[in-house]
């Protein structure tokens, strides 16, 4: 059982060059979150999705897009990559509203030069 | 505005010195409080949701307990495998996320 899973694992990015953050469960969740992760700051929240075609912009949504077009897949794109987007990033799933445990994978570690 | 405050920051024990960290949280209709365990270069795992004041729940050496506005994740007799950071979460009812706190890094020492 894989649960949530993130590739790459490290990444080290130009300024103004664009990547895409993969992000797939195998468990039929509903809900899939992208939050970042800076030294001693937390989590905080990119964009989330409720479901196959619905997503929404988080606490800090800029320089940022997602998509949804399947339930297994959640990918978040960077397009003009800049030195605040040095971060380490974490997907996470959750099966419904009702069922609150939401289960992370091990994280794209991104550095912007 | 929804809050979640961990304190503090960082905690050092000596092997077997019991202490707690603290949560507090200020967000409306609580849908449930969450504890996570952050292992260096790792997801947060998760270790336990709380949904009302008064619940208390335990695993090992750790139990979460929750009042109306914070929780404390008490840790009795740690090892130095206990070390890591431990994180808080919340949600409301409905189609909302989890917002987290900073977290608290525990260092155990032998």
């Known amino acids: 059982n894989a649960g949530v899973t993130q590739t790459p694992k490290f990444r080290i990015l130009k300024i103004g060059q664009s990547m895409t953050l993969q992000c797939t469960q195998d468990?039929?969740?509903?809900?899939m979150y992208w939050y970042r992760q800076d030294p001693g700051m937390g989590l905080k929240l990119i964009y989330y999705?409720?479901?196959?075609?619905?997503?929404d912009k988080g606490e800090v949504p800029n320089g940022y897009n997602v998509s949804r077009s399947t339930t297994e897949d959640f990918p978040l794109r960077l397009e003009l990559a800049a030195p605040s987007q040095t971060s380490v990033y974490f997907c996470?799933?959750?099966?419904?509203?009702?069922?609150?445990?939401?289960?992370f994978g091990q994280g794209t570690r991104l550095t912007v030069v | 505005e929804d809050q979640v405050t961990q304190s503090p920051e960082a905690l050092r024990l000596q092997e077997g010195e019991s202490s707690s960290l603290n949560c507090s949280y200020t967000?409306?209709?609580?849908?449930?409080l969450f504890w996570y365990r952050q292992d260096p270069g790792k997801g947060p795992e998760f270790l336990f949701t709380?949904?009302?004041a008064g619940e208390e729940k335990e695993k090992e050496r750790l139990k979460a307990t929750l009042t109306k506005k914070e929780s404390f994740l008490h840790i009795t007799a740690p090892k130095p495998e206990d070390s890591a950071t431990y994180l808080c979460?919340?949600?409301?009812?409905?189609?909302?996320?989890?917002?987290f706190g900073k977290g608290t890094r525990l260092s155990v020492i032998a």
């Open positions: 996470a799933s959750i099966e419904g509203a009702l069922n609150t445990e939401a289960f």
């Open positions: 468990m039929n969740h509903n809900y």
């Open positions: 999705s409720v479901g196959a075609g619905i997503t």
């Open positions: 967000v409306s209709g609580l849908r449930g």
């Open positions: 709380l949904y009302s």
């Open positions: 979460a919340v949600r409301k009812a409905g189609n909302t996320p989890l917002v």
